[in-house]
């Protein structure tokens, strides 16, 4: 008798103590379900030639290119926070010939999203997006004079519009009426020059100057981007973006396109194959070239600008 009710006493005493301990092990749990997703990429990309007794001519080079992506995204059912920082730099050397960049970026974008819908896939949005390069970039083979350096230039786009955002069909579409742009041009030389579109210098009819170049450029327009990606065939992943820029306070029409396109191929978990391209269109990016042969770059006006991308590398994802 005495034993049956001991043994009743600790349950009593004990069933507090375990609801208690199964209470905080769920809250814990609970606690533990973030809304936060991280991803981290780092691919390093090869390209090589070589020569030996090769009839048809042709010289030695290699090349690589390193990109890294880190990307931090929040989301619960009213709000979307998607945050990315990205960096490519590449490199070429080519027998015979200096050591020359083929790839140099540094990119931030963010945007913070909120929905009253949770039906919604349309979201009120705010985008910030910056852009520059980490050294100097040539018109190759004239290596004695910069075209762009370090934060010359810079571009800062910071706007208020409205986001569509569908996971089921890895879709992306922003739309913004009121977007600012800002160009940096921080080295004075450039700037001075009236490189990538700020007011340059001003000089009296001797050549005196008067007047340095402003360093910055200051744009509000219309701003229309979008992301799309989709699976090919198996282990081919298809990547596009496209954003289109309009200033309202500069021939408001003229249309600034960015438009990237890059198939991804994996081959196992840390081989894979790179295809892509870029367009880029900008009325004040002007093309310049040296037409006389005498050192001198000529500004040519705005053009067209294409580049295109192949190769074989590593790949790791944390």
């Known amino acids: ?48 030639n070589s020569f030996v007794n090769w009839s ?14 880190f990307v931090r995204n929040y989301k619960n059912s009213h709000l ?14 080519e027998e015979k010939r200096e050591l020359r960049k083929t790839e140099d970026l540094v990119e931030i974008n963010s945007t913070f999203g909120y929905r009253d819908n949770t039906t919604s896939n349309w979201y009120y949005s705010a985008k910030f997006n910056f852009k520059t390069q980490f050294t100097n970039g040539y018109k190759y083979p004239n290596t004695d004079k910069p075209i762009s350096k370090f934060f010359s230039p810079a571009y800062l786009f910071l706007g208020v519009g409205s986001e569509y955002s569908s996971k089921q069909n890895n879709l992306k579409i922003y739309l913004s009426p009121i977007t600012n742009k800002t160009t940096f041009v921080y080295d004075q030389t450039l700037a001075n020059e ?45 990547a596009n973006k496209l954003s289109l820029y309009s200033d309202y306070l500069h021939d408001y029409g003229n249309v600034d396109v960015n438009w990237e396109v890059n198939f991804d191929l994996t081959i196992n978990k840390y081989v894979k194959a790179n295809v892509g391209a870029q367009m880029l269109f900008d009325d004040d990016d002007l093309y310049k070239e040296d037409i006389d042969n005498d050192g001198e770059l000529d500004i040519l006006g705005p053009k067209i600008q294409l580049k295109q991308l192949l190769g074989v590398g590593f790949a790791y994802s944390f």
């Not at 979307?80 to 050397?93: D, F, M, V």
Request: aromatic fraction near 10%; avoid cysteine.
């Open 1 to 48: 008798m005495k034993f049956r009710i001991f043994v009743i006493f600790t349950a009593l005493i004990t069933l507090p103590l375990k609801a208690t301990i199964l209470k905080d092990s769920i809250a814990t749990d609970q606690d533990s379900k973030s809304n936060w997703t991280n991803k981290n990429d780092i691919h390093l990309i090869f390209t090589q």
């Open 56 to 69: 048809a001519g042709g010289n030695n080079s290699v090349s690589g290119i390193l990109k890294v992506r």
């Open 80 to 93: 979307s926070w998607t945050n990315e920082i990205k960096s490519n730099y590449g490199l070429n050397k």
């Open 194 to 238: 009236g490189a990538f579109g700020v007011d340059p210098a001003v000089y009296d009819e001797n050549e005196n100057l008067l007047e340095e170049g402003e360093n910055t450029k200051i744009e509000f327009g219309t701003l229309i981007a979008g992301e799309w990606q989709t699976d090919v065939m198996k282990n081919i992943t298809m």
